[in-house]
């Protein structure tokens, strides 16, 4: 497993944090100083044994970056330790536009400058980290068309987040849910009544642009709406569809307060044959387990 120190300035925290939290999901060792340095410690001690225990040395390029004695003092020693490994362990990564220091110069960087998801497969490839290991559920939609990337799976995580979020959502304001099946796969309805007023607010992941639709047709069923019915742009991230969501419904409980009828809830998900079959032997073998008197290991491997 491969392991970084993350060299930056304080004006960069923020990217670096970030940088280090999804370099950490994929499995990377990372030094950061937020992390490691605690109150008490010597910050000189700390930061040397960060440099010489960490394979990589990962310099954050900005501005305010160049001007930093301590970062200029990092990249010194790790210069050095590169010059004694006899191998390349300092990776540029230019944050933001500036001068690259001379020993930087004919280096290859990865640069953030183009778009973060762009600059993160740089870096990441550098690491080690294949593009399977980089798709999530907040970039999936950037591997839609690349083959034998194993994106659906990442969709399907984060529908099923979405659908977490808004039925406890629902179930605070007293709402009913229905998720789609598959007439309207990954959508998703909520509804109220209250006095005869109603109130309905569907959503849906449109196939080709990858985003969330929305529409307001008054139906308890996702199921029950054209693809055309969806016709009110939301965005591509939970949260965008959880704001949304939410405005609709204070909106109606400021003006006709929350339902007091009992609600429901459907939030099955239907079943590919494949699915239905890797469940029925999951099932099975289960039920075997439970009633076997041998709960060892060695017998599987037998059979």
């Known amino acids: 497993m491969s392991s970084i120190f993350l060299s930056h300035t304080s004006v960069d925290k923020p990217f670096v944090e970030k940088l280090a939290k999804d370099l950490k999901k994929r499995g990377i060792n990372v030094w950061f100083d937020s992390w490691e340095i605690k109150v008490g410690e010597s910050i000189t001690r700390k930061i ?32 050095m330790k590169q010059i004694n490994d006899r191998r390349v362990i300092i990776l540029p990564i230019l944050h933001r536009d500036c ?35 980089i798709i999530s559920e907040d970039n999936w939609r ?14 399907k995580k984060e ?16 709402w009913s849910t229905w998720v789609g099946g598959k007439r309207n796969p ?3 309805t909520l509804q109220a009544s209250v006095d005869r007023e109603y109130q309905s607010i ?11 639709m929305a529409s307001l047709i008054e139906d308890w069923n996702p ?19 959880e704001e949304f969501v939410w405005r609709k419904m204070e909106d109606f409980k400021n003006r006709f307060g929350n339902p007091t ?15 239905k079959i890797e469940l029925a032997k999951t099932v099975t073998k289960t039920v075997i387990d439970r009633q076997s008197w041998y709960k060892g290991k060695k017998l599987n491997e037998f059979t």
């Open 202 to 212: 569907s959503l849906k992941l449109n196939g080709k642009s990858r985003a969330y």
């Open 48 to 79: 040397e044994e960060g440099i010489r225990e960490n394979e990589f040395f990962g310099i954050v390029l900005s501005p305010e970056a160049l001007d930093s004695e301590w970062v200029k003092t990092e990249l010194s020693a790790a210069w």
């Open 142 to 155: 950037r591997y839609t068309k690349v083959k034998f990337s194993n994106w659906k799976k990442y969709r």
């Open 223 to 241: 199921n029950h709406l054209k693809s055309s019915d969806f016709n009110i742009y939301v965005g591509s991230s939970i949260n965008e569809c």
């Open 99 to 133: 001068s690259i220091p001379t020993l930087l110069i004919d280096r290859k960087y990865a640069d953030f400058r183009r778009g973060y998801q762009l600059g993160f497969e740089e870096l990441a490839a550098a690491l080690g980290i294949s593009k399977e290991e």
């Open 261 to 275: 009828s009992r609600a429901n809830h459907i939030v099955g998900r239907f079943l590919s044959v494949d699915e």
């Open 159 to 174: 529908f099923e987040k979405l659908v977490t979020i808004l039925v406890d959502r629902a179930i605070e304001y007293n």
């Open 186 to 188: 990954y959508s998703i």
